[in-house]
């Protein structure tokens, strides 16, 4: 039995696909066309997951998409109406005209109206984009509220035979917040928070407001956090009051205006587009917006440290709550939300849960994979049966494939045999040099995992100002990311519950700073991978390898991308390669060495450990 599964017109597009409950293939529609996020129509994705599959669109039994236009609806129509007659009646809300919010309310009414058509025709859709006859398409199709797509996709691939389960997020089909309760191949929802209150609306608008405008700028916020004081967490704890004796919790209005402004939102092709969501009440509070090209100062800091400790206190609220609710020491997470890594580290520490799963593409991308599953357990009643351990699902290429690009490129390179490629890999990362790493499958979801990874040495202190300078040309508050040997993760982490798809940070132990400095954060912490022989031995063979070398089983991992999408194919990586100042890259067991001397500054600051 062959599902699809799809994510369209919301952001970061995607398509899944699994035969007989197996997870064939999963990825997002941003790597095959370079648009950071994309919406629209995942095309691409979906022509990839036939491929890797091995059929045609006629083949498959059941095909969904992670929306539900008829999910409450009756509120949905009610919403549009209140507005419509708040418009009429020149309602003094900030900011507009008359004239542009009567555009702004009708515009993204007929917008949505659009949207929603194009969902219910899926068929239509599909037929359009991949040019098959329609008659030809002999699919079930499915429309999958949102939050169930989320609720699923974290359970029905998870460890658990029983969970709690959370889905925590902007917004999908009128919900921000789902909860429920999993049991073998079912699950229930026990409750909701609907439209306007959400949590990711809070992250969102702060975000704007401190001055990252673009989609997925959430996650720099979180990074900056740590910089700052929580001096302004009354402010937050008045914007967003959590309910007692429930899991849920309602926004103060006054500091939104998605609620009662035309806020244009864009889900078509291309990056999707939010305009502004903070009310004047931020700016009575705060002062002027920042500018993204205005220095960041102390009071950003501090309104990113109010903000996460705020989100923090919510989130540990509603799962304390939901562990009341449900009596299950086990925990599955997804939604935008769930990709807030320092929450997530903290949840075995404040809430009764001993055990997490998070959905690594925890995402809307994500919804895609929980489309499939959903309708392959919940719906068919199928049992269980595939436990997501990494997120290897995208496109690989044969070392065949490989050398072709090379030799168009007209590129010198060496093939090595595996334990010389590891080897001699690990040599370079300790040596100091910028190492690209494209092995195997693509990742699903925002973080690379070892397949798509820029690889260097965690023991230098100057490592993150040279990947700044030569490669990411990002923020240089962001942190870097470690990439531990699962067995050694409590050597080095003041918590040691696995990490293998880089969503929780955990304090790194103080004796260790020093040790690893280029991936702890300046509050102590890092964002882990723990990486195990079965989920990615050639990546676990090279962290070996080099903890061999150094004593340190640590590497920093950073996305092999330069501001863009995470690179899919050989040419996207030789592309970055050749256009940054990366030192070496191995694709697959082909080494290609940069023509600029490979950089090789002082070892001095390095920290051998026996
Ligand atoms: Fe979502």
Not at 105 to 112: A, L, N, T
Not at 221 to 235: E, F, K, N, S
Not at 475 to 501: G, K, N, V, W
């Amino acid at each position: 039995m062959i599902i699809l599964g799809i994510n369209a017109y919301h952001g970061d597009a995607s398509a899944a696909i699994i035969a007989d409950g197996q997870l064939i293939a999963a990825v997002e529609e941003e790597r095959f066309n370079r648009i950071k996020h994309c919406a629209g129509f995942p095309a691409e994705s979906i022509r990839y997951c036939l491929n890797a599959a091995g059929v045609d669109l006629v083949n498959i039994d059941h095909i969904g998409i992670s929306r539900d236009p008829s999910a409450h609806l009756h509120k949905k129509i009610l919403h549009a109406a209140t507005r419509i007659a708040r418009n009429a009646m020149g309602f003094a809300g900030s900011g507009a005209t008359n004239g542009k919010r009567d555009n702004g309310v009708f515009g993204m009414i007929s917008d949505r109206l659009a949207n929603a058509a194009k969902v219910r025709d899926l068929k239509d859709e599909l037929s359009r984009a991949l040019r098959v006859p329609r008659e030809t398409i002999s699919a079930t199709f499915h429309n999958i509220e949102h939050h169930k797509a989320h609720l699923a996709s974290a359970f029905f691939v998870s460890p658990f035979e029983r969970a709690a389960l959370l889905s925590l997020d902007g917004f999908g089909d009128f919900v921000s917040t789902m909860w429920g309760v999993g049991e073998g191949n079912q699950f229930e929802v026990l409750d909701e928070v609907e439209y306007p209150h959400s949590t990711g609306i809070v992250y969102t608008a702060t975000t704007q407001f401190i001055g990252f405008p673009h989609y997925g700028d959430e996650g720099k916020v979180m990074g900056l956090a740590p910089y700052g004081t929580p001096r302004y967490i009354d402010i937050f704890r008045d914007m967003i009051r959590t309910e007692p004796d429930r899991p849920g919790f309602v926004l103060n209005l006054d500091y939104f205006l998605h609620h009662s402004e035309g806020v244009e939102m864009s889900w078509n092709e291309g990056s999707p587009q939010i305009g502004r969501i903070f009310s004047d009440k931020f700016v009575e509070i705060f002062g002027r917006p920042r500018d993204s090209g205005d220095p960041l100062t102390t009071r950003e800091e501090d309104i990113a440290a109010s903000l996460q400790l705020r989100l923090e206190e919510v989130g540990f609220h509603i799962l304390k709550q939901l562990h009341a609710l449900t009596g299950s020491t086990d925990l599955c997470l997804a939604g935008g939300v769930a990709l807030n890594s320092v929450m997530n580290g903290k949840i075995l520490l404040d809430t009764p849960f001993r055990r997490v799963f998070v959905q690594p593409a925890a995402g809307d991308n994500g919804t895609a994979l929980g489309v499939c599953y959903y309708i392959f357990n919940q719906i068919l009643k199928q049992p269980r049966g595939a436990v997501m351990e990494g997120a290897y699902t995208g496109p690989e290429f044969s070392d065949e494939e490989i050398r072709a690009v090379l030799d168009r490129a007209g590129v010198a390179y060496e093939r090595l045999e595996d334990r010389e490629l590891t080897n001699t890999a690990a040599k370079d990362v300790a040596d100091g040099a910028v190492t690209g790493w494209f092995q195997g499958r693509m990742e699903f979801g925002p973080r690379a995992l070892g397949n798509r990874s820029i690889i260097a040495d965690p023991r230098r202190p100057n490592m993150r100002e040279i990947l700044n300078e030569r490669i990411k040309k990002r923020e240089p508050f962001r942190p870097f990311a470690p990439s531990i040997l699962e067995e050694h993760t409590a050597e080095y982490f003041e918590q040691d519950h696995p990490s293998p798809t880089m969503l929780m940070v955990y304090p790194v132990r103080r004796e260790k700073h020093g040790v690893i400095p280029a991936v702890t954060h300046v509050d102590g912490s890092g964002r882990l991978q723990t990486v195990n022989a079965r989920t990615n031995p050639r990546y676990y063979q090279l962290i070996s390898d080099f903890h061999k070398l150094t004593g340190v089983p640590v590497v920093l991992n950073t996305s092999f991308n330069e501001n863009e999408p995470i690179v899919c194919t050989p040419q996207h990586a030789l592309d970055c390669f050749l256009k940054t100042r990366m030192d070496v890259i191995y694709l697959g067991n082909y080494k290609v060495r940069s023509r600029t001397v490979l950089h090789n500054n002082s070892t001095a600051n390095c920290t051998q450990e026996d």
